[in-house]
């Protein structure tokens, strides 16, 4: 008996047609494939379903996951290898332990976000039942903490530590923004006045209060700094995951969408309401302005380091 389109279930649809764009060409290796928001959106899908599509594809080896890119198509000997990894053939959870649970939210939150992570959506991902993750964490919150400790886990410094209290400070805070730049959806696990208890968390604020200790700062002075230098990554790291997921919603890049605000912004500039902010973008070259975060967060932490040299230094006085 023929099976009719609509007996077919969803996330396979979607897994023929992406295999048919990757055997024709459409999708070449490397190339990024569409994200789970993406497929969600074109064929009108939840994000589970989507998940599915892609996590079917990852298991044939068409597909594979790429640090800070994505899900990218596979090359052609990965495609045509089979899979060899350890599955249990019904799907069922012996295979899964939480370190694979946490490291699988993780490429679900470098990839989409962290607002895309679902305990159903890792359950998808890793082929197992939708309950099985409950089994090692107690749910999405929990979930959050052990990938924020893991992720903190990851951070790399430098192996001499510096003597002087600034060179440490920059390290440090270095450090950590290169984590964020690795993982975006760090800086949006919650504010400040509510941190996450984190073992790797404070493994960072001892790097960051030892630089001080001794210099004759208070506690509390202490314990300020290492905040404000916290705030400074997190406050420009933010914007990492508002960018891809901005350029996901729209289909625009930052200059495709800057094109569209050309109208609005020149009835301001002709206005004449803004003499000061009309001079300074009639100065700039050419090329106008464009907003680096890399080279805004230098510029925030030189700035926010002079401005402390007086009180650490003072201090002792």
């Known amino acids: 008996m023929a099976v009719s389109r609509k007996d077919i279930p969803p996330y396979l649809r979607i897994v023929a047609e992406l295999r048919r764009r990757i055997a024709e060409g459409e999708l070449a290796p490397g190339d990024r494939v569409p994200s789970t928001r993406q497929i969600a959106r074109e064929w009108n899908v939840a994000l589970a379903t989507a998940t599915k599509a892609l996590t079917t594809l990852g298991q044939e080896g068409a597909v594979r996951a790429q640090a800070r890119v994505g899900t990218v198509v596979a090359s052609a000997d990965r495609r045509t290898a089979p899979d060899r990894r350890p599955r249990a053939a019904d799907g069922s959870e012996h295979e899964l332990t939480r370190e694979r649970i946490v490291r699988t939210a993780m490429e679900i939150a470098d990839e989409e976000g962290l607002a895309a992570l679902s305990m159903r959506g890792v359950a998808a991902r890793l082929g197992t039942a939708a309950m099985s993750p409950y089994r090692y964490v107690n749910g999405r919150d929990d979930l959050v903490r052990l990938m924020t400790d893991a992720a903190l886990g990851e951070m790399v410094y430098p192996a001499d530590a510096p003597a002087h209290w600034r060179a440490r400070l920059e390290a440090g805070a270095r450090a950590l923004w290169t984590l964020h730049r690795a993982h975006p959806w760090l800086a949006q696990i919650g504010p400040l006045t509510r941190p996450q208890v984190s073992p790797n968390l404070i493994a960072y604020s001892e790097w960051v209060l030892s630089a ?29 995951e508002r960018e891809a997921q901005a350029a996901s919603a729209t289909g625009l890049t930052d200059e495709q969408w800057l094109d569209t ?57």
């Open 212 to 240: 001080l200790d001794g210099l004759g700062l208070t506690p509390t002075a202490m314990y300020d700094v290492n905040i404000l230098l916290y705030s400074h990554v997190q406050g420009v790291a933010v914007h990492l």
């Open 261 to 317: 605000q050309a109208p609005v912004l020149a009835s301001v500039l002709a206005s004449g309401d803004y003499p000061t902010f009309s001079r300074v973008m009639g100065d700039l070259d050419e090329n106008g302005y464009d907003l680096h975060l890399d080279k805004l967060f230098e510029l925030g932490l030189t700035s926010m380091l002079d401005g402390l040299t007086p009180l650490v230094e003072g201090a002792g006085g």
